[in-house]
């Protein structure tokens, strides 16, 4: 099993429509959970972050982290052209002792039509 | 809040040449991250510095790469001899704690091109 995998993409939504992006992740120990968005050509941007169960809310987006299933989700309501991006999964994941090493899923394109 | 400081930020090599990156972090961050971003893939940790000592350097191919943090500030990675699989857009992070747990910044990146 890859250690953080996201729904293949590429997703396509119409705008003002929700936007539903998928990760699971192999490491039950792993405490930390962020999504970040990355514009074509442009370096990662933290939008959200998460590190307990339930759902976390911000502006339009929320975060979702259901530990037991391994498994955390970004919802992006009222989806904008201007949402239109790759969005990385990336866990801290035990690295030995107690360090941790985040890790990055490949990524899901999202287009929101205008 | 200055942010993340990288240089250059495009370089273009031949393959066997040797190069050089620059890495700045946010002031007072004490955590240091160099990753290679593969066209298509995440973001993949090459090394972490936790000040100026090595917390993590499993994925860097220490044949040819090697990474120094001076004065647990500035950093820099170094590639010699380049090959051609080494094209990639290379990112240094900071974080403010140690042990990696929290939200690490990124800087704009530097596009390496290995012909």
């Known amino acids: 099993q890859k250690e953080v995998e996201q729904n293949s993409g590429p997703l396509s939504v119409p705008e003002g429509a929700i936007a539903s992006l998928n990760c699971t992740y192999s490491d039950r120990g792993s405490q930390s959970f962020f999504w970040y968005r990355q514009y074509s050509g442009k370096s990662p941007e933290l939008i959200m972050s998460i590190y307990s169960n339930g759902d976390k809310e911000d502006g339009r987006f929320t975060a979702q982290l259901n530990k037991a299933s391994q498994y955390v989700s970004l919802l992006i309501r009222d989806s904008q052209p201007s949402d239109s991006a790759t969005y990385l999964c990336a866990v801290n994941l035990r690295s030995g002792g107690s360090n941790y090493k985040l890790t990055f899923g490949k990524g899901t394109l999202l287009t929101v039509n205008p | 809040e200055a942010g993340v400081a990288q240089s250059p930020r495009y370089k273009i090599i031949e393959k066997r040449q040797s190069v050089a990156f620059w890495c700045n972090p946010i002031?007072?961050?004490?955590?240091l991250y160099w990753y290679q971003q593969i066209l298509g893939q995440g973001p993949k940790l090459l090394i972490q510095?936790?000040?100026?000592?090595?917390?993590?350097d499993s994925q860097l191919p220490k044949d040819r790469f090697s990474a120094e943090r001076l004065k647990g500030v500035d950093s820099t990675l170094k590639i010699q001899p380049a090959k051609l699989e080494d094209s990639a857009v290379y990112l240094c992070?900071?974080?403010?704690?140690?042990?990696?747990?929290?939200?690490?910044?990124f800087g704009p990146g530097t596009r390496l091109t290995v012909l």
């Open positions: 002031s007072g961050h004490a955590t």
């Open positions: 992070a900071s974080s403010l704690l140690l042990a990696g747990l929290d939200t690490q910044y």
């Open positions: 510095f936790q000040n100026n000592g090595v917390v993590d």
